[in-house]
């Protein structure tokens, strides 16, 4: 069982920044392939980038070169640092944890998720 706590949402403008974390407790973070997601008001849910427990990394090609995901095992934590902002990337953003991998999983764990709003 893995428990995820996201943090570091809020309202930012236009060409702004922000860094989400997501917090990780209950089963061995380093083994699981860490994701974000975002769903928007009205959409599905989408893939924003993944990173494995070895530090690969995938993103979508909407935001490649302004979100970037990263991790730190030792504090069990993930994270999305967001720049240059857009309002399109306005969405509830969630922290995922899957095993043995993204796409072929036997264990999948949600966070509550985290508003990101960017409006002036």
């Known amino acids: 069982q893995v428990q995820l706590v996201e943090s570091g949402g809020g309202l930012v403008q236009p060409g702004g920044s922000l860094r989400l974390a997501c917090a990780a407790s209950?089963?061995?973070?380093?083994?699981?392939?860490m994701g974000w997601y975002r769903q928007a008001p009205g959409k599905q849910r989408e893939l924003v980038a993944i990173?494995?427990?070895?530090?690969?990394?995938n993103s979508a090609e909407a935001v490649k070169g302004r979100l970037t995901i990263s991790r730190d095992n030792a504090k069990n934590t993930v994270y999305l640092k967001m720049n240059s902002l857009k309002p399109e990337d306005t969405a509830v953003y969630y922290c995922?944890?899957?095993?043995?991998?993204?796409?072929?999983?036997?264990?999948?764990?949600w966070g509550q998720g985290t508003q990101v709003t960017v409006s002036s």
């Open positions: 995922n944890a899957r095993w043995p991998s993204s796409n072929d999983y036997e264990y999948d764990y």
């Open positions: 209950g089963s061995i973070f380093s083994i699981y392939t």
């Open positions: 990173i494995t427990g070895g530090g690969n990394t």
